[in-house]
Nanobody, 124 residues
Framework: QVQLVESGGGLVQAGGSLRLSCAAS????????MGWFRQAPGKEREFVAA????????YYADSVKGRFTISRDNSENMVYLQMSSLKPEDTAVYSC?????????????????WGQGTQVTVSS
């Protein structure tokens, strides 16, 4: 079992930056692939970024490529999402997820554990 807690969300002006953090429990964190997803009001949850167990392989949605960076620190059981050049369209609840397997996937159905989410609001 893995428990995930996101933090770092808030209100930011368009063009600004924000770093989200996801703290994970469990001694097997380093074996899990991790992902970030987001959901805006009235919209379906969508994939944002994913990282494999070692951090050596990353994947991004086209809408955030070049602006967002996912990283992890297995020694601290942490996953991060560095967001830059933020746009109002990035406004959503961001959730981190863990997959009981080391290969990253880009679909939410591929993840076993979810955090509660953190709100990111980008003003125009």
């Amino acid at each position: 079992q893995v428990q995930l807690v996101e933090s770092g969300g808030g209100l930011v002006q368009a063009g600004g930056s924000l770093r989200l953090s996801c703290a994970a429990s469990g001694r097997t964190f380093s074996t899990y692939a991790m992902g970030w997803f987001r959901q805006a009001p009235g919209k379906e949850r969508e994939f944002v970024a994913a990282i494999n167990w070692s951090g050596g392989r990353t994947y991004y949605a086209d809408s955030v490529k070049g602006r967002f960076t996912i990283s992890r620190d297995n020694s601290e059981n942490m996953v991060y999402l560095q967001m830059s050049s933020l746009k109002p369209e990035d406004t959503a609840v961001y959730s981190c997820a863990a997959r009981a397997g080391g290969v990253a996937v880009t679909t939410d159905s591929g993840y076993n554990y979810w955090g509660q989410g953190t709100q990111v609001t980008v003003s125009s």
